[in-house]
């Protein structure tokens, strides 16, 4: 009978499908990379999926999901997660490359994950070791920019013995004209925030800053790759590493609320050499070796 049990058990666990569900909210790198070593280190087979930016994939994912009943979703990207999140609440979710999770709602006891946003002073402490010559940075800051991310800014400026510039502004329109009116900048720190950059303005600020030889230092490889400088980027493989482990406790009993929050446990430098070469500025070519994504 104890045989019999344990055979029907194990069919019905074969029946229900992986315990877990990953997906992808496009088929980019940010969001597929950390994929494969998420899967190595889960242990166990998952569920992949593809949003590939469409809402109708979403549609179609959600209706599967709430058949499929995953005991944890893993998702890579603000598509996803906000997918999950909303239309699926109570089940256990962890999100990772997402910049800004709390316009999302990416927050509750069923909700944790790993941070996008590097820590200030680890990507400061990485820029001046490139650029020593840097004394003065820049960084645009909104109205309702989160105090607590510009007291951490202004503590790793401090730290690696910055001064640090906050210039006020109210959107995207004004960061090209607010720029020009300030003349005593060694460097230019841009966040990826929807309603501080646009495609229009990013555009403008690399331009300007290039023309001003200032280092534009930014907070996501893909903005390295579009005309920035420089950034310091959580390392897509610890990601995925980092994140399973996660996820591995959630599936042995623990709850989401009691899982704080992570910041990524590895970074890597992005820098983008025509951006350099354009700007005129000099970078020792010894430095070289420590880039972890060259853009040429």
Do not use: C
Not at 49 to 60: C, F, I, T, V
Not at 136 to 144: A, E, I, N, Q
């Amino acid at each position: 009978m104890t045989l019999l049990i344990t055979l029907l058990t194990l069919a019905q666990v074969a029946l229900a499908g992986p315990r877990v569900a990953v997906i992808q909210s496009d088929d980019i790198a940010v969001y597929t990379d950390p994929v494969a070593p998420f899967l190595a280190a889960l242990g166990e087979p998952a569920s992949v999926y593809n949003l590939y930016g469409r809402r109708s994939e979403a549609d179609a994912l959600i209706e599967h999901l709430r058949w499929e009943e995953p005991d944890v979703v893993f998702a890579l990207g603000a598509k996803a997660a906000w997918t999950v999140r909303h239309r699926m609440p109570y089940t256990p979710l962890v999100y990772a490359m997402v910049l800004q999770p709390e316009r999302y709602g990416l927050d509750g006891s069923q909700v944790t994950g790993v941070m996008m946003r590097v820590f200030p002073e680890t990507h400061l402490s990485n820029f001046v070791g490139f650029f020593p010559s840097v004394h003065k940075v820049g960084v645009f800051r909104l109205p309702d920019a989160d105090p607590m991310y510009f007291q951490a800014l202004r503590a790793g400026a401090n730290e690696v013995g910055l001064n640090l510039v906050e210039i006020p502004v109210e959107g995207s329109k004004q960061v090209r004209r607010t720029l020009r009116e300030i003349d005593d900048l060694d460097a230019l720190w841009l966040q990826n925030d929807r309603d501080l950059v646009s495609p229009d303005s990013f555009r403008g600020l690399v331009e300007d800053t290039r023309r001003r030889r200032l280092p534009l230092l930014v907070e996501s490889d893909n903005m390295v790759r579009a005309g920035g400088l420089f950034a310091v980027v959580p390392e897509p493989a610890s990601i995925g590493g980092q994140s399973a482990k996660m996820v591995r406790r959630i599936l042995d009993g623990a709850s989401p609320a009691i899982i704080p929050v992570e910041p990524p446990e590895e970074v890597e430098v992005a820098l983008n050499l025509r951006t350099l070469r354009a700007s005129d500025l000099f970078l020792d070519e010894l430095l070289l070796d420590f880039v972890d994504v060259l853009i040429e």
